[in-house]
């Protein structure tokens, strides 16, 4: 009934009057976007510099899809695949250089990545470098298919099989290749060594997804959207083992930001390592489009950490990286509670790049600092439209915060 009422409601409104509630009509967004390039896609032949770009599906695993990304375009493309240099585009900006992104596909075992064959070593090539490269694609039909969008992986353009795949000029980053001829450094270590080296954590993500490093006879293709969140979780936790040896934060915190209609929160409590994500969204959002009410979701782990993935999702471990290095910029340890509030304007899901740099741009703002918990919440609720009495309600770490301090307060001093 809510899925027809609201195709009614799009044929009332044909993207003039917003009736959904959003602050740019999603149909309109993809259907420009798409008139920007359909003519130079709508083709067999696509030539132009990848970002570089790969991607790597998941539908049929072990058995996947896997190829690069090509725009119709030549030069400088790094952007159109590097989310650290979304901060500060528009929603429209990013869908319209993604959009034009096309994806070639072939089938392949995810084994398949060490016996090579020239189509996977081009793939493998372009996930390594640090530059964009030059490419030929020749597919068995034409482009087809909208924008592919997820909250993990970045959006993407129409897909076609390959026929034929041809590169030049592919530049290989020294760091990555050198972690890929060492057969026997396992993928964990390579993740943490380029990490630590200053590679962009995308491009991190991009290699493991490839198969690039790891011990050889275990290398495979890993789908594009679990790498993301196998690397975020990974250098996040090597972070959470620094930040348990720093002495505690001595005062709350608080970080503010706004980026593409969602609100952040970042609270740092003076306490051991604790930490949660809450995400509140609201109706005719993404995740929330038929809800009357906003809708509310929160993972979170004490000093000991979780063993079960969190139910909030890939963005979790992404927004966890990103306090953490704050944390180790500050050589202090604490807790931290991250409120997000997503509003209609927030039309599409674009990945989590969002929450990893969004976060990261918040914390590089200058926190308000504060005495008392209760004083660090009345700040909240004049930046976040959701009252500070729910965000507790559904906290985990903030009641067991707050029910400690009143049971501390019953200790007498000795």
Not at 59 to 88: A, C, H, N, R, S
């Amino acid at each position: 009934m809510e899925s027809s009422n609201l195709k009614g409601l799009c044929a009332a409104c044909k993207g003039s009057k917003l009736l959904c509630g959003k602050s740019s009509c999603p149909i309109l967004v993809r259907f420009y976007s798409r008139m920007k390039t359909h003519e130079l896609i709508d083709k067999e032949d696509i030539d132009g510099s990848s970002p570089p770009s790969v991607f790597i599906g998941r539908f049929g695993y072990p058995k996947v899809l896997v190829g690069p990304m090509v725009p119709p375009v030549y030069g400088d493309t790094q952007i159109m695949d590097t989310p650290e240099m979304w901060v500060g585009r528009d929603m429209e900006e990013i869908i319209d250089f993604r959009y034009s992104l096309v994806r070639g596909t072939f089938k392949t075992d995810i084994h398949n990545v060490i016996s090579g064959g020239k189509l996977i070593d081009i793939t493998q090539e372009l996930a390594m470098a640090d530059a964009p490269a030059d490419l030929e694609a020749k597919f068995l039909k034409r482009p087809r298919g909208g924008i592919s969008f997820s909250e993990e992986s970045q959006p993407f353009g129409p897909s076609a099989p390959l026929r034929k795949l041809s590169a030049s000029s592919i530049k290989l980053d020294h760091r990555i290749e050198k972690a890929h001829y060492d057969t026997d450094l396992f993928a964990k270590e390579a993740v943490l060594g380029l990490y630590k080296s200053g590679a962009y954590v995308s491009r991190i993500q991009k290699a493991l997804s490839a198969g690039a490093f790891g011990i050889r006879r275990r290398r495979k293709f890993v789908p594009t959207r679990w790498s993301i969140t196998a690397v975020d979780s990974t250098i996040s936790l090597d972070l959470i083992d620094k930040t348990k040896q720093y002495p505690l934060m001595d005062d709350f915190r608080i970080y503010f930001g706004d980026f593409l209609d969602n609100r952040w929160a970042v609270i740092l409590l003076p306490t051991s390592w604790r930490y949660e994500l809450i995400e509140a969204w609201y109706p005719k959002t993404v995740w929330n489009p038929f809800g009357s009410e906003v809708s509310i979701i929160n993972s979170w782990e004490f000093y000991d950490g979780r063993r079960k993935y969190a139910e909030i999702g890939g963005c979790y471990y992404a927004a966890r990286l990103a306090v953490n290095e704050l944390l180790q910029k500050e050589r202090r340890q604490a807790g931290a509670v991250i409120l997000r509030e997503a509003h209609p304007g927030y039309i599409m899901p674009i990945g989590v790049w969002n929450v990893r740099e969004h976060v990261r741009e918040t914390l590089r703002e200058q926190p308000k600092k504060y005495i008392t918990l209760k004083d660090a919440m009345l700040d909240i609720s004049n930046f976040m439209d959701i009252p500070v009495s729910r965000w507790i309600q559904v906290s985990a770490v903030l009641k067991d915060h707050i029910q400690q301090r009143r049971i501390d307060d019953f200790i007498p001093n000795r």
